[in-house]
């Protein structure tokens, strides 16, 4: 975000011990950035220090035009920094804490999700949950009295691995929002809004399934290759494989499997040199169908 109001991106983040940190972008434009070193910003003339993992965002929470600091952390708090200076020179005094909502490693996300006029509260936790918070005061003062596990279609709650760190975003650019969701194992994970309905007002919490086919490891290979893929919950899964010409191979893979990570090893000694492809078919107990595909790389 544009921090200091100059026309360019600047980089706001949250560091492990608990301190935010400004990165003015000094560079031509936003096409070559290049960032300064880190100046820790500061609440009441001291740096602002919450209990490790600081995880802030910027929003105009007050409504008077200026942006504002909030700021989860390993504590159970999202801690409110109003900015008593200007948008070219954000300053800022003590700090009120958010009534109602508690979440260890709580990472806050503010936008309106039911369209309603008023900005709502989203929150990804420590134990991998993201919570929707609405909003039941007004735009200008946020008031929270009750939470919502967001779900997939199949009523499952959205949920990752663990500390879950969250950005709502319109990722495939269709007019809704949809979620990126980091956890601690290093996945991102894609939540795309299911569209039912597209205003979100009367189901926020309707999101697709999240899952995840990797690039087969090593590739380029020789002779073996193992396959990955996570699924959300215990699925019916198809590993369907192609020559470059689209035949299918002999050694697909078909089976239930449970929710995780799994693994398929494959060799291939008997198969030549060149492009392969290999898909991905998954049904869950719901009727639910969803595929991806990669490609490989065989080098004898």
């Known amino acids: 975000m544009d921090w200091d109001e100059d026309g ?7 560091d492990y011990v608990g301190y935010v940190v400004f990165y003015e972008n000094t560079g031509i434009d936003n096409g070559l950035p290049d960032l300064a070193t880190g100046r820790r910003i500061k609440a009441n003339g001291e740096e602002i ?29 999202i801690r409110v920094y109003l900015n008593k200076g200007t948008n070219k020179s954000p300053s800022f005094g003590e700090y009120s804490v958010i009534e109602n909502v508690s979440h260890w490693e709580g990472h806050p996300e503010i936008l309106d999700l039911n369209n309603d006029g008023k900005k709502d509260l989203l929150i990804g936790d420590g134990d991998g949950n993201v919570v929707f918070y609405p ?7 946020p008031a929270f009295t009750e939470s919502l596990n967001l779900q997939l279609t199949n009523g499952a709650a959205i949920e990752v691995e663990s500390i879950a760190h969250l950005e709502a975003h319109d990722w495939n650019e269709d007019g809704t929002v949809d979620l990126l969701v980091g956890e601690e194992e290093g996945f991102i994970n894609i939540f795309l809004n299911s569209n039912q309905p597209s205003s979100l007002a009367e189901e926020p919490q309707n999101f697709l399934h ?14 073996q290759t193992t396959i990955q893929f996570h699924l959300p919950s215990s699925m019916y899964v198809r590993v369907l494989l192609y020559n470059s010409a689209g035949e299918k191979m002999n050694k697909s893979k078909e089976g239930y499997f449970n929710r995780g990570t799994h693994s398929i090893r494959l060799s291939t000694n008997e198969w030549t040199s060149g492009v392969y492809f290999y898909n991905l078919q998954a049904t869950d107990d719901k009727g639910g169908h969803f595929k991806a595909g990669k490609k490989m790389l065989l080098i004898q």
């Open 8 to 14: 360019d991106l600047d980089l706001i983040i949250g």
């Open 49 to 77: 220090k919450v209990s490790f993992d600081a995880a802030p965002v910027i929003a105009d929470w007050n409504n008077d035009g200026r942006k504002d600091l909030l700021v989860g952390s390993e504590k159970y708090e």
């Open 135 to 141: 909003n039941t005061g007004s735009d200008k003062a």
């Open 210 to 223: 999240n899952l995840k086919l990797f690039q087969n490891y090593p590739n380029p290979f020789n002779n």
